[in-house]
């Protein structure tokens, strides 16, 4: 997972969804299963959006 100065949480490159959301999940004061779970539902679309994102410009630097 990568944290920038504002700390705002991105997955590293080529990390899971479900490591990505597991390792924010550890590092957050605990939360209750119902909150973790809510995180899951917002986060699943954010961190699959980054990572393609994160492919394609990838792909863009290697040309």
């Given at each position: 997972?990568?944290?920038?100065?504002d700390?705002?949480?991105?997955?590293?490159?080529?990390?899971?969804?479900?490591a990505?959301?597991?390792?924010?999940?550890?590092?957050?004061p605990?939360?209750?299963?119902?909150?973790?779970?809510?995180?899951?539902?917002?986060?699943r679309?954010?961190v699959?959006?980054?990572?393609?994102?994160?492919?394609?410009?990838?792909s863009?630097?290697?040309?």
């Amino acid at each position: 997972m990568n944290t920038d100065p504002d700390g705002w949480c991105t997955p590293a490159a080529g990390q899971d969804v479900e490591a990505f959301i597991a390792e924010f999940v550890a590092c957050r004061p605990p939360l209750t299963g119902a909150e973790i779970a809510e995180l899951r539902t917002v986060f699943r679309p954010a961190v699959a959006e980054a990572a393609r994102r994160a492919v394609l410009e990838a792909s863009t630097d290697a040309a």
